[in-house]
Every structure is written in C-alpha cells, then in structure tokens.
C-alpha cells in the first residue's frame, strides 16, 4: 500500500514539474511574442531613419531598448501604462506616420497581387530607383529585391541592385551569383517607357505596372507593350 502511495505521489510530483515547465514556458514565449510586437508597432511612431529598421543591427538597440522599456513595466506592476501602450498601437494610420509612403507602395503591391494568375504570368512590375522608400524599406538593402514579388506574385523587371551599403545583405547572397550566371542584369538607372517594354518583351511579358509618383502618393500605370 506505502508502495504504491510512493509511486502515486512520484507520478503527482512528475506531472507537476511538467506542467509547471510547460506553463513557464507558455507564458515566456507569449510575453516575448507581445514584447516584440509592440516594440515593431511602436518603431511606427519614430523617426523613419534606415539605421533603425529592422530587429538586427543596426536598429537592433531601438528594439531592444522598446522591449526593456515594456518588460519594466511588467516588472514594476505598471499595467496601467502597458496597456495604454497597446492600446494605441493596436491599430495604426500608417498615413499620420514617417512610414506612409512605405505604406502606399506595399498596398499597391496588395493590390496587384489580386490579378488572376493568367495575368499575373504575362505581368511585371517595374519600380524606379529614383523611389528611395521602396529601395531603403529595409537596412538590408538587398532585401527590397525580393519584396514586390514575395508581396504580389508578379516578376519583377530590373529588380536586382549591387553595390550597397547593407547591414546584411553581399552581393552573392540571396541567389544573387545564380542571376548574374543568366546574364540577368543589375538595374543601374531609371528605364524609359520604351526600354522598359522591350525588356518585357524580351521576357515574354505584355503587361508592366510601372509604381510612379502622382501627385502626393504612389500609384501605378499600366503599359500595354503588345501595343
């Protein structure tokens, strides 16, 4: 009887530690989750400045220094400021931000990215590198080589870019020795209406949605090079 008390408090004690490992754990990685999240939503708020992009250095110390503010906080029992953090963070107007332009290219991106696939596959975006916003989203500059396509699924026309100043990204990262094997060249200067159809051509597209600027935000034109 003792026996089988002692298992049954050892099997008590097992199922304990358990679950008090498992719970620790559970709330460990959600507070990290909420930290970070709300240190990324509150960057939205600061200076638009590509040294503090990112989570990685060199914006790494804005994070880090937003998730420590927040975790004291927590460890001095202030939840009445946490949660008014939260709270205007919970949605943002990106328009009222130093990020709005970033904004408006990445909606239209979302916005492209609901063509039909049969048009998506005779489709290509082409960005200018005069957009600075787009070019510098991240201080990996090699990054924005992939973000219009990830985004909406459509090629994209000159998107490669070499030479930069990057906080991560080389040059023959990414694939990037891949492309230059193909003779898939570097984009150097801004295409005319002309060069820009004759490259699509060249690649078996029709359709080019060139992002531009009108006015006060981003939008695209549409060219039709069959024509």
């Not at 709300?38 to 503090?52: P, S």
Request: charged letters at 25%; one cysteine or more; a positive charge.
């Amino acid at each position: 009887m003792k026996k089988i008390f002692k298992i049954n408090n050892l099997l008590f004690i097992l199922i304990f530690i358990g679950f008090f490992f498992v719970l620790k754990n559970f709330i460990t990685i959600n507070m990290h989750y909420l930290l970070g999240n709300l240190a990324v939503r509150e960057g939205f708020h600061q200076t638009n400045d590509i040294n503090y992009k990112g989570i990685r250095d060199p914006g790494k110390k804005r994070y880090i220094n937003s998730i420590f503010e927040n975790y004291k906080n927590i460890k001095n029992l202030d939840y009445k400021s946490l949660s008014e953090k939260i709270k205007e963070n919970r949605s943002i107007n990106f328009e009222k931000t130093e990020f709005n332009s970033e904004y408006n290219i990445i909606q239209i991106l979302h916005e492209l990215s609901k063509l039909d696939n049969k048009n998506k596959k005779i489709s290509g975006i082409y960005i200018p590198l005069s957009i600075k916003e787009y070019w510098k989203l991240s201080c990996d500059r090699y990054l924005s080589s992939f973000v219009s396509t990830a985004i909406s699924n459509i090629v994209m026309l000159k998107g490669l870019v070499y030479n930069l100043n990057s906080c991560y990204g080389h040059e023959k990262d990414y694939g990037f020795a891949r492309y230059k094997y193909f003779k898939k060249n570097y984009a150097k200067k801004n295409l005319s209406k002309y060069q820009i159809c004759k490259l699509a051509i060249s690649e078996g597209l029709i359709f080019v949605y060139k992002i531009e600027r009108q006015e006060d935000k981003y939008n695209y034109v549409k060219y039709n090079c069959k024509i």
